[in-house]
């Protein structure tokens, strides 16, 4: 079955240290990911992509991410966490046989970032 | 732009009564999803149109439930009757297709801020 997880469901981090949010998935085919965010009472907005060509994936608010394909990861990081940075973080992956369109999304992982 | 615009923002109704929700999607995007999401199932894709046309409405849980999209913008989300289990928050997205399957570009998918319905 096609899925993406990502299991943690919180993470916890003192700002100004680096963060990583994990997300691993199962796909066939050639994976395209995606990482969005949630800010309390918002709708998504989108942070980064993975389609093609190089692993590590540059995004909005200073976000990067590495997709891994051996490990099937797609893990978000960013050097340097912010307190504005706390929300909720959702990775998602095409589904591959639910037509061009559908995205399967993780249960998401509640980002804590502490003064 | 605007962005994806979603009304009512907050809905607060009683079992049985019918509810509508509504949602503009981004000028020029030609698909329109609407998701909903619960601390139990989390975000689950309900339905989705093309050039308004519904192409997938696999996810839609029963028939209180339809959706239409009568021009590319404008698309509804009807729930008749409600029960208190319909109780999350709806949102809507929209995309625009100027993908490259040659080259390989995939556009991601914009949300509205969202409908929170409570049905009691």
């Known amino acids: 079955a096609q899925s993406v997880a990502q299991p943690e469901d919180q993470v916890n981090v003192a700002e100004g240290n680096p963060l990583t949010v994990k997300c691993t998935y199962s796909v066939s085919g050639n994976p395209y990911l995606f990482w969005y965010v949630q800010y309390p009472n918002r709708g998504l907005q989108f942070l980064l992509k993975y389609i093609t060509g190089d692993n590590l994936v540059k995004g909005s608010y200073g976000f990067e991410a590495e997709f891994n394909k051996s490990q099937t990861s797609f893990h978000l990081k960013k050097p340097s966490a912010l307190v504005s940075d706390s929300a909720l973080y959702f990775c998602a992956v095409r589904d591959p046989l639910g037509g061009y369109n559908k995205l399967i999304f993780g249960a998401g992982t509640r980002l804590a970032v502490h003064p | 732009d605007a962005g994806v615009i979603q009304s009512p923002r907050h809905e607060v109704t009683e079992m049985g009564q019918e509810v509508t929700l509504r949602c503009k999607p981004i000028s020029g995007h030609d698909y329109l999803f609407w998701y909903r999401q619960t601390m139990m199932r989390g975000l689950e894709l309900l339905i989705y149109f093309n050039n308004n046309v519904p192409i997938d409405d696999s996810g839609m849980p029963e028939d209180r439930f339809s959706a239409k999209m009568p021009n590319a913008s404008f698309s509804t989300l009807k729930i008749q009757p409600s029960e208190p289990r319909d109780s999350a928050v709806y949102f809507c997205?929209?995309?625009?297709?100027?993908?490259?399957?040659?080259?390989?570009?995939?556009?991601?998918?914009?949300f509205g801020p969202g409908t929170r319905l409570t049905v009691l």
């Open positions: 997205a929209s995309r625009e297709t100027t993908d490259q399957r040659e080259t390989l570009t995939y556009n991601e998918q914009f």
